[in-house]
Structures are given as C-alpha cells and as structure tokens.
C-alpha cells in the first residue's frame, strides 16, 4: 500500500474495514434490517479504529490537530454520553476545582482508557489553575 | 439646509447603513489597533515562553491553549523571522504551493499572521484566497427556518434548496421545544429530491449533541469561539471545553464546524482595546489548535460592525483568508443581513463569490427574509435568480444552479408529503391536504394554515423523550412509500461508519460521495490549474429558464404558410408624381411578422397606407432583397418612387422617411428607436412622407424618449436584425408587392376614413 490516503474515503475503497463498535460490518446495514428492528442507532456508531485510520489520514495531510481531535473521539467512543456530557460540563469556565477536572482525568484514564482525553484535561486544570 | 437632489440621495438604503469612526480603545478598528501587541516569540528548551510580546506569566487561557496546541515550534523561530512582506508575497505567488504555506502559517504568532495579511490589497486577498482554501470544488450552503416553525414548509423549502445544489442546510428554532421537529423536517426535506446534503439546528450545545445523537442531524456548527478571554467566559466556554466537545461529536461520527468572527468580543464588551482581526486570528489559532476541521466566520451574525468602520469588508475577507492559512474549512459568513444597499451586498459579496470558498454563505436564506430566523438573511429565495445570473455571467461556480418551477414544485410537493407521511405512521401531530398544498405553493409562512403549536410542541418534547431518532423516520418513510427517501436518509447515517465527512472541508454529493480536502485537495498554481467549470457544469450554469433561443425568437408565428403579401414581379420606377413607396425590408412580413414591439407587420404597414391616403396621395409598396439596413431600404425605395419620397422599414420596426436625391446614409426623417413607435407614429410618418412629397410644412413625428429601451431591446433587437440579414440577397432587385389581399383583409372601413372626400 503506497499512501494511507489512497484509501479515502473508506465507504467508497474501504467499507470492508468499516464495522460499529457493536460488531455489525457496513454491509449489514440496509433498509431491511432498519426495517426488521434489528438495528438501532446504537449500532450506526463510528468504531475507535476506524477514527484512527481517519486520524492516521488527516496526518498524512499535513493535520495533526485535527488528527489529536480524531484520536481523543477513539477514545470517546466508549465513553457514554452522559459522561461526556458531565466532562463537558466540568471543563465549562468555573465549574470545577482543579481536583475535580484531575479526578475526571483519572477516571477517563482507568475506567475508558483514555489517556489521551486524560491528559488533555489534565492540561486544562493546569491552564484554569493559573491565577 | 440641503439641495431636493440631496435629500432624495440621503433617503437611499445605503444611507440606513450605519458608520462610525475607528475607536481602538473599545475594540472599534479592524487592523493596527495602537494597543495591538508586536509579532514576536520567544522559545526556552522547547517551551513557548513569550508570545508576540507577552511573557508566559501573562498568558490568558487563549494564548496558554494557542502556545499548546496551535504553533509548530519546531518550525516557529525561522518562520517569524521572515519579513512580512516577503510572506504576503508568497501567498500570491503562484510558484509557491499551498501546503508549504499551511506549514509556515502553522508556525506563526496572531499578531505575525494579521501583519502578513494586512500587506495585501483586497485583490491580493481574493488572490491569496483562491490559492489557499482547502477544497477545490467550492459549494455553498443555505438557511432553512420560518416563523411558523411549520414542518411541511421546512420540508418542502429543504427539498428546494437542495435541487438548487445547496450541500449544507441549516435550520434553528423559534421556539426551541420545536428542535426535534424542525431537524426531523430538514433531514426528510433535504433528502427528497437529488439529495444529499448534510443538515443541522442550530441550538443550545446539549440539544444539539442530542439532535446529532438521535440521528436527526448530520453535523453541527454551534461551537463558538472568541479572541478574549472575557468574551470566552461569557460565552460559558473556554478553548478546552469547545475542543472537548468536538472530539465528543466526533467520537459519535457527526461532523463540526466551529463559529467565530470579527465584531463579537467588541459587541460584547470584551475586547480589550485589540483591533478586530487580532483577535479574530487567536479565534482561528485555538479553532486550529482545537482540532476542529473547519471554522465559519466573516463576522457572521455581527457583520454589520465591522462594515461600519473603515476598511470593514476588507477586514472580514482577511478573516476568511487567515481561516484557510490555518487549514481550515471555511463557511465564509455573508449570510446575516450586512446592509441596506443591494450594491453594497453584492459588491461585499464578490470578495468570496469570485475567489470561491468551501461554503461561499454559511446561510443563504433559500426563503424569504420575513420567514429567516437567524435575523435577515443577506440574500433570499427572491436574489436566487440574481445569483444564477451572477455564476453565468462571472462564469464563477458559486454551488447552485438554475431548476426549472416544474422541478421546484415537484419536490416540494414530495417533501411536504413525505413530511405529512411520517407525522402519520409516527402519530405526532397529522399534518393536513392543505398544508401539503400550501407548502408547496406558499411564498412563505403567511400562506401556511396555523397548527396546534401547544400539541406540537407537546409531541417534539416527547419524541425525544421516548428516544425516538432518525431510524423511526426511515422505518415510517419505507413503510409509507417513500422508500427513496427512506434509502438516501439511511445511506447519510451509514457515513457516520466511515468519518468520511470528519475530514477537512467534507460535503456530502448525491451517492451520497463524500468530497473533502483530502480526495479534492485544492491544487490551484496559477491559470490553468485549481477549479474549472467542466463542460456540464458551464452548461448548467448557462441554462438560465429564462434564457431564449435565439433562433426561435420573432419568429413565433412565421411558421404559417404564405402571408398577407404576394409578390407582383421585378419593382419598376414610378413616374407618378403622386405616390410614395412603402419599402419594406427582406424578412418582412415573411420570415418575420411582427416588430420589435410585438406590432403585426401587416398593422404597421395599414397604419403606414392609412397616413398616405389621409394625404390624399397613393402608396405603393415593394420590398427590398439586396440590404436590411435601413438607411439603404428607404434609399432604394426612393429611388422608385414617382414622388421621389420613399419610406423604409425594417422588420423590427425601425423606419426611415427619404428621398432619391439624398445620400443613403442621409434622410429626410428617421426613427431608430422602433420601442417608441406605435401604430399612430407610423399613421403619421405616412402623413409625412406624403406632405414631403407636396412639398407642405412638416411637424416632426413626436417620439418618447426612453432611457431604458437600449437595455430592454437590444437583445430583440440583435436578434430581429439577424434574421432580416439572413433573408438578404445581395443581386436581388426589388420586388414590386401586391397588398390588395390585405386591404381586403383589413376590411374597407378603414381604407375609406382614409381616403379624403
């Protein structure tokens, strides 16, 4: 394989590498299995591997921020919404102590291992902490 | 004390526009606020330690996010010691590509960046632009809202916009209980006709993260940033909170854009005595450091400041430009009503029309302004024929293209039915025959019936309650017979596998495809290189619906066999004194049967003989093959005629009153402007022609003067003319006429009023 690139976009060269994290494949996913009930929107979810080939993309055109961004939502992916929601919340001006930003960092880190999104908050409770 | 001429001009709409001087101290100056700080870094062991000025001490949580995340330090010290000028140069030289422009701005400070770009001139800007944003294909993207909140029309006007190429739809709410509806419209709406575009509502972050969520939306646009820190707060945000929720959206596979633009941090008080493109260029710095693909700005919802202070609309271009020297996305704003005066929107508009951007409007209002509820809208659904002519004539793709009103009704009607079908099979709130009319005809919300806006609301609060998504609009949309519809849906929410659109610069094509800057990277070196129109596309943007054939037109009723005038042989020399010759030109009354104003030739040429007659003197009436210049058919005319007076027609109408002794070019009277002649003008010119003859006194025949008949007819003109000269035979003689079929046609009562007792 020559260029990562060469792959995009993965639902045109790639869907054999497109699954959800719930175990369906991109050619599972049609009318009739919407219309069966077997699918829910749960399962039209974007797998951590598949943002990493995103990410692994956008850096080989020149974009590591945006592949930074690509490669925390990986981490996200197993991350309930609520708790993303409350990270969110916590990170909004004045809502949280450096401790508690720190505490959410660990709990991202032990319980979704995701360091990456770990540390990027832990950066932030440094920056908030600077009088 | 002012002059009328004045007064009148002070009532212009340019006048309802408001300016004000500069005034650095609150933030009232687009560059060079005196308290605007000096480019400049300083790196100790791999750490940034001074930017532009500021020591790390000093750091709000804007410069702490831009030195974490935003500059390449690796490359910063060399490229901030490049002069500026030598880096604005580089923008416009074509020599210098793209990407090694991204990588030297990826390493610049935000007072080094507004610098570089305030060495530009606006036509360099609109240079540097065209070079610098992300995708090659530009595309554009529209406003979709009314006042009623009514979901038929949602549809039917997304289904619309959508036919007329827009890729992006945006709506937001009135009342924001309507979200989940008004996103269910949109996303049915966008997806009837060719489909596809990405859609989204603008709301409160956590509504619009649950909109996303449930698979009514396809991306969101909400994340607004601001270059101050106070700005930041009260926007109940800061850098690490919006850069968290992209990542959050893009975990779920839903594509961002964030917001930003020039005006807000003054607007709110908040600016610290900075001018407006400093702090703009640390908004796109900490978007770029955010990870986020792509920003819209160009002031956006503020746009009305900036363009009341010098330099304004070049300020906002220079916005937009830096977004793209940050690689980013651009929706380049123009999309909230900026002024009063349609020269001034337009002229504004040009500045990202002509060098294209990834979305030229980050919302068009494809309806009208009175229904937009994301406060005017700059241009509307009645500028869109505006625009299509725009695209033609600067034969500039600005995203859209003409469609025909059988198409536009076509889809409409679908959309707001298939709306109407899926409020059925989801029991929500039905959705009435009239409604489905009136969305498909209305011109807007005022033509719509009223609905129970408390049981909707009642049943968008619980459709989101009861977790329903776009999965039970797909499921209601097969089941009822909009299986289409119920595919294309399906196949956008399938994309959210892939991250396809997670890409910078993404829109989504009919497939759907997806076309981002990494498999459309914009590649423009100069002429010959970047965007082109292909053939199809020049062709679409041509086929204007009111462009005409020019072959088909005058020639409406040539068509039927024969005419009103036969031909009597070779036109001899009239030796009596007495007549005067009506010549008339080659296509006349042949291949062409009416003037230029729609007046039948045979009319025209009755009114003419009736003027005659009045003077008691005898027409004769031949037709000239060898020229359809007018000056020459009243020439030759004259040379046959017995009085020696002659009167010369062409097919449009214009005429010309000479005499055989005169000098072709010369005549006695003439009438080029055939749009002021009317039947009683050639009744006179008649008259005249015959007091000509016995040598009476003549009034010129009055005319009206009309200063807009050049700009309506020549066009008609041109083209009337071409037929006439098409049907010219050079050594052909004049050809004598009998028109006794006509007079016999015309009946006699006009003949004998005619003739004096």
């Not at chain 1, 197993?78 to 969110?88: G, Q």
Request: hydrophobic share 40%.
């Amino acid at each position: 394989m020559s260029n990562i690139t060469d792959n995009y976009p993965l639902s045109e060269k790639r869907p054999d590498r497109l699954t959800t994290p719930t175990g369906a494949s991109w050619k599972d996913i049609d009318l009739q299995s919407v219309l069966d009930g077997t699918l829910s929107m749960s399962d039209l979810r974007i797998a951590p591997e598949t943002l990493e080939l995103q990410a692994q993309i956008a850096e080989s055109a020149g974009r590591s921020q945006l592949a930074d961004n690509l490669r925390r939502a990986a981490e996200l992916v197993r991350v309930p919404e609520s708790k993303i929601l409350e990270v969110y919340q916590a990170l909004r001006p004045g809502r949280s102590t450096p401790g508690e930003l720190e505490s959410l960092a660990d709990e991202l880190e032990s319980q979704y291992r995701a360091g990456r999104c770990a540390r990027f908050l832990r950066e932030a409770a440094q920056a908030y902490d600077v009088p | 004390m002012k002059s009328k001429r004045l007064d009148l001009s002070s009532r212009r709409p340019i006048n309802q526009d408001s300016f004000i001087q500069e005034w650095p101290e609150t933030g009232l100056i687009l560059f060079n606020s005196p308290f605007d700080p000096k480019p400049g870094i300083r790196i100790s062991r791999g750490r940034l330690c001074e930017l532009d000025g500021k020591p790390e001490a000093e750091f709000d949580l804007i410069d702490r996010f831009i030195a974490r995340y935003a500059i390449d330090l690796t490359r910063a010290e060399a490229a901030m010691a490049l002069d500026s000028t030598e880096v604005a140069r580089r923008l416009i030289d074509i020599g210098v590509p793209r990407r090694e422009l991204v990588e030297l701005f990826g390493a610049l400070t935000p007072a080094k960046i507004v610098e570089v770009v305030n060495r530009l001139n606006t036509v360099e800007m609109m240079m540097a632009l065209q070079k610098m944003r992300a995708r090659r294909t530009p595309s554009n993207q529209a406003h979709v809202t009314n006042r009623k909140e009514n979901p038929a029309l949602l549809a039917a006007d997304a289904a619309e916009a959508v036919e007329r190429g827009f890729s992006e739809l945006e709506t937001t709410v009135g009342v924001s209980r309507y979200a989940p509806f008004n996103a269910l419209a949109l996303l049915i709406g966008s997806q009837t006709g060719r489909g596809t575009a990405l859609t989204q509502c603008a709301v409160e972050e956590a509504l619009s993260l649950k909109l996303a969520l449930a698979g009514l939306t396809t991306y969101a646009e909400t994340l607004s940033v601001y270059g101050t820190e106070k700005a930041f707060h009260d926007g109940d945000d800061t850098p690490w909170s919006k850069a968290f929720l992209a990542s959050a959206y893009a975990s779920r596979g839903i594509k961002v854009r964030f917001t930003s633009g020039t005006g807000s941090e003054a607007l709110m008080g908040h600016a610290e005595a900075k001018s407006m493109l400093y702090l703009e260029a640390r908004c796109l710095m900490a978007i770029k450091g955010a990870g986020s693909q792509g920003v819209q700005n160009g002031s956006i919802s503020c746009i009305a400041l900036p363009e009341s202070l010098p330099g304004g609309v070049r300020g906002v271009l220079a916005e937009n430009l830096i977004a793209t020297l940050m690689d980013l996305e651009l929706a380049s704003g123009n999309d909230a009503l900026a002024s009063h005066s349609s020269i001034r929107k337009s002229a504004k508009l040009m500045l990202q029309f002509l060098p294209g951007t990834d979305y030229i409007f980050s919302g068009y209002s494809s309806m009208p302004k009175e229904d937009n509820l994301f406060g005017g809208g700059n241009f509307d659904a009645h500028d869109l024929d505006d625009y299509n002519v725009l695209q033609r004539d600067m034969q500039v793709d600005g995203g859209l293209r003409p469609v025909s009103d059988e198409a536009v009704l076509k889809v409409r009607r679908r959309a707001a039915q298939a709306v109407q079908a899926v409020f059925r099979h989801l029991e929500l709130p039905p959705v009435s025959d009239a409604e489905v009319e009136a969305a498909t005809r209305a011109e807007s919300s005022t033509d719509m019936p009223e609905r129970d806006v408390v049981g909707d609301l009642e049943a968008a609060g619980r459709f989101l309650e009861e977790g329903r998504s776009g999965l039970d609009a797909i499921r209601a949309l097969a089941r009822e017979g909009f299986d289409d519809i119920a595919r294309k849906i399906l196949a956008l929410q399938k994309l959210r596998l892939s991250g396809d659109h997670l890409q910078t610069s993404a829109m989504v094509l009919p497939g759907p495809r997806v076309v981002s800057a990494v498999n459309d990277p914009n590649d423009y070196r100069g002429p010959g290189s970047g965007y082109s129109l292909s053939p199809d596309r020049r062709q679409e943007i041509a086929s204007l619906n009111q462009a005409l054939d020019p072959r088909e037109m005058g020639r409406e009723s040539s068509s039927e066999p024969g005419g009103f005038l036969r031909e009597a042989g070779e036109a001899r020399v009239g030796t009596d004194p007495g007549e005067i010759v009506i010549a008339i030109g080659p296509a006349f009354g042949t291949e062409l049967r009416s003037t230029l104003l729609g007046i039948p030739h045979q009319e025209v040429l009755q009114a003419m003989i009736d003027g005659i007659r009045a003077e008691g003197l005898r027409p004769r009436v031949v037709k000239i093959y060898a020229t359809s210049d007018c000056g020459f058919i009243g020439h030759r005319g004259a040379q046959l005629s017995g009085s020696g007076i002659a009167i010369g027609i062409q097919s449009k109408g214009t005429t010309i009153i000479h005499q055989r002794d005169l000098e072709p070019l010369n005549n006695l009277e003439l009438f080029p402007q055939a749009p002021n002649l009317d039947l009683s003008s050639y009744r006179t010119i008649g008259q005249n022609a015959a007091k000509y003859a016995k040598g009476e006194p003549v009034a010129p025949v009055p005319t009206r003067i009309d200063n807009t008949a050049r700009l309506k007819y020549i066009v008609r003109t041109t083209v009337l003319h071409l037929h006439e000269t098409r049907q010219v035979v050079k050594d052909r003689k004049p050809r004598e006429l009998d028109w006794s079929p006509m007079q016999a046609a015309a009946g006699s009562g006009a003949v004998e009023k005619a003739l004096p007792a």
